[in-house]
């Protein structure tokens, strides 16, 4: 977790299922109701497919699917910049932005670890909740990234 001085960390909370996550506000680019998503074929299930989103095709990541194993609701969208391109992620509500203190968040458990040690930075509590902080840095996989780069292709 990014902190700032006194150990705290500036975040945007979301809900997923029953499941509140943080993600760091330096990743978050803008959150909006849905845009029309286009489904692609032979991505992995957790890419509902893309949508066009300020004249970019992105990817449209559902992530109950990454974090709870079941679709969200996807009433709401938070588009957030990985390295330099930038991925849509679907969720069920946008409950605000948060100053994380660090002692709300520990390491993933070890028991945990392998479940989605890419995306899952830590785990704590935030008002009596699960917290989940998604990693600044998780990436979709690379074939996802090839298959959005043909389609832009022949667009």
Known sequence: MAESAGGTSTCLVV????????????QVIETMRPLPIEPIAGVPSFVRGV??????VTPVVDLGSVLVARQCS?????????????VALAVDAVLGVRELDSSTVRETPR???GASK??????????EQLLVLLCA??????????MLTALEVTS
């Open 15 to 26: 809900r997923v299922q029953n499941c509140v996550c943080a993600l760091p506000l330096t």
């Open 51 to 56: 949508s066009i989103i300020r004249g970019i």
């Open 74 to 86: 996807g009433e709401h969208v938070v588009t957030v910049r990985l390295g330099e391109r930038q």
């Open 111 to 113: 028991l945990l670890e």
């Open 118 to 127: 890419d995306v899952i930075d830590g785990i704590g509590t935030l008002d």
């Open 137 to 146: 840095g998780w990436e979709l996989p690379d074939e996802v990234w090839q």
